[in-house]
């Protein structure tokens, strides 16, 4: 690949690094991009978990030494992850290129569909639905799997439920949600590297842009709060839907 494409996945990795820090879904900006640029289904999904940690390191950083962060929050949520993410990615690396090339756009398509049209699911609750640990075994394991099967916009998912099963404001849900899509990524990274679905010139190229996106959008989060986060993520899913639908649509008819 020629240093254009490596310029243009620095500034995905930045572009999806800060909307990422700021209410996730970043990987709805990375992948397609991976994808456009002829990169085969399950490089792009490897490639993509492994430049999308490294962005959500540097803002779980940012997090934890603002204090508002506690990782103790979310360790059983961590250990549900770990299994649900083991099951999605060994079972998306069963799948043929061809059959992955026309899902891809359309799972795309369906979570923002569906982001959009649940906008109560970002609205605060007056008290937790679930109990921490029931949270955490169903969540853990349907969000975990679901990140190491596709993965883009599993930050959203998660920030969602933070806020309607847990009843936390969304400024908080965000920051939860940093360390357990990091564990999720990292686990399907482990496995996708095991099978060199994995393309590392592409990853660092998009992890030096992630790295300066992540760290601008977790000080946003943090200056801004709750508010600012939900006006981000509508604006992420209607601009994020437009494009996906424009896609799908030119792919496959």
């Not at 506690?70 to 770990?82: E, G, M, N, P, Q």
């Not at 190491?148 to 930050?155: A, K, Q, V, Y």
């Not at 939860?176 to 590392?200: A, C, E």
């Amino acid at each position: 690949m020629t240093i254009t494409y490596y310029l243009l996945f620095c500034a995905t990795g930045f572009g999806a690094g800060l909307i990422d820090a700021i209410a996730g879904g970043g990987g709805l900006v990375a992948l397609p991009v991976l994808l456009s640029t002829g990169v085969p289904p399950l490089s792009a999904l490897g490639t993509n978990r492994l430049q999308s940690a490294v962005g959500e390191i540097v803002a779980m950083t940012h997090f934890l030494r603002s204090g508002q962060l506690k990782l103790k929050t979310v360790a059983w949520i961590l250990f549900f992850v770990v299994i649900g993410s083991s099951i999605g990615t060994i079972s998306v690396q069963t799948l043929h290129n061809q059959f992955l090339d026309k899902l891809i756009p359309f799972l795309l398509l369906a979570l923002i569909l569906y982001s959009l049209l649940s906008k109560r699911l970002f609205i605060q609750q007056e008290k937790p639905k679930l109990s921490p640990l029931w949270f955490a075994g169903i969540f853990g394991v349907a969000i975990g799997a679901y990140n190491g099967f596709l993965g883009p916009g599993t930050g959203a998912i998660w920030t969602s439920c933070f806020v309607f099963f847990l009843a936390l404001d969304a400024q908080q849900a965000v920051m939860r949600t940093k360390p357990v899509n990091i564990m999720g990524n990292l686990i399907s990274v482990f496995w996708f590297v095991l099978q060199d679905h994995v393309i590392y010139s592409i990853a660092l190229a998009m992890a030096i842009g992630q790295i300066l996106g992540a760290s601008i959008g977790a000080r946003l989060v943090l200056s801004r709060g709750s508010r600012f986060v939900q006006i981000a993520f509508f604006v992420v899913v209607i601009l994020m839907t437009v494009n996906l639908g424009f896609k799908a649509f030119s792919l496959h008819f």
